[in-house]
């Protein structure tokens, strides 16, 4: 079974600073999913990495991937307002028949102050 | 392109009852997929479909159902309502072959009386 473990849950930053959460996960996966929650809102797709050491950048934040670590990382540079939100990692799962199942972890809860 | 649509996107019920959602996917995008999400268990596989087929299904009871229609568009029901049932339901399309995402829905909210 795969178990994912996001770190941390909660996060208050300052605008300007930067952090990273992380991500593991416990067995193999075939690639690996971010995605962001808005309050009341759906999830809205940041990243989609692929393969061992796939990185991937959008305006203040940018997404890794190690595979053999079983490890993923979301990094803010200089977060800003609107960035507070919560991140969730997913790697999949996928079975013989071919079909995707995303498994999430709980989430970071991300809040940024001025 | 237009994204995933769901209906409704509220809904009050009471025990015992039953629900169906629908969605809508991605034009083109034949596998669809179902997640709850509740505070306490989080984002929760349910099931997905594609090509009609259910290929994948979650660890829920019998109560969660779904079908796929030949258009792609989904449908899931819940038979014999509980207080837990209560949720966000999400619904994902992709195609993922392509190497793209799983683009959600705007999800229904379903409270449970």
């Known amino acids: 079974e795969l178990k994912v473990e996001q770190n941390p849950l909660f996060l208050s930053m300052q605008e300007g600073k930067n952090y990273t959460i992380y991500c593991n996960y416990s067995?193999?996966?075939?690639?690996l999913y971010w995605y962001r929650q808005d309050p009341g809102k759906s999830l809205e797709s940041l990243f989609v990495?692929?393969?061992?050491?796939a990185v991937k950048q959008e305006g203040r934040l940018m997404a890794s991937l190690d595979t053999k670590a079983r490890l993923s990382t979301l990094h803010i540079t200089a977060a800003v307002h609107d960035l507070s939100a919560t991140y969730f990692c997913?790697?999949?799962?996928?079975?013989?028949?071919?079909?995707?199942?995303?498994?999430f972890g709980k989430g970071t809860k991300l809040t940024v102050n001025p | 392109k237009a994204g995933v649509t769901q209906t409704p996107r509220y809904l009050i019920k009471t025990r015992g009852q039953q629900v169906t959602l629908s969605c809508s996917p991605i034009?083109?995008?034949?596998?669809v997929s179902w997640y709850q999400q509740t505070p306490g268990q989080g984002l929760q596989f349910l099931f997905e479909?594609?090509?009609?087929?259910?290929?994948n299904k979650g660890n829920f009871p019998g109560r969660f159902s779904g079908r796929q229609f030949s258009n792609s568009r989904s449908e899931m029901n819940v038979s014999t309502l509980e207080l837990g049932d209560s949720a966000l339901y999400l619904c994902?399309?992709?195609?993922?072959?392509?190497?793209?995402?799983?683009?959600f829905g705007p999800g229904t909210r379903l409270l449970v009386l």
């Open positions: 994902a399309s992709s195609h993922w072959t392509d190497q793209e995402t799983q683009y």
């Open positions: 067995t193999t996966s075939d690639r």
């Open positions: 990495l692929l393969s061992n050491g």
């Open positions: 997913a790697p999949n799962l996928i079975t013989q028949g071919g079909s995707e199942k995303l498994v």
């Open positions: 034009s083109g995008h034949r596998s």
């Open positions: 479909y594609f090509s009609e087929t259910q290929r």
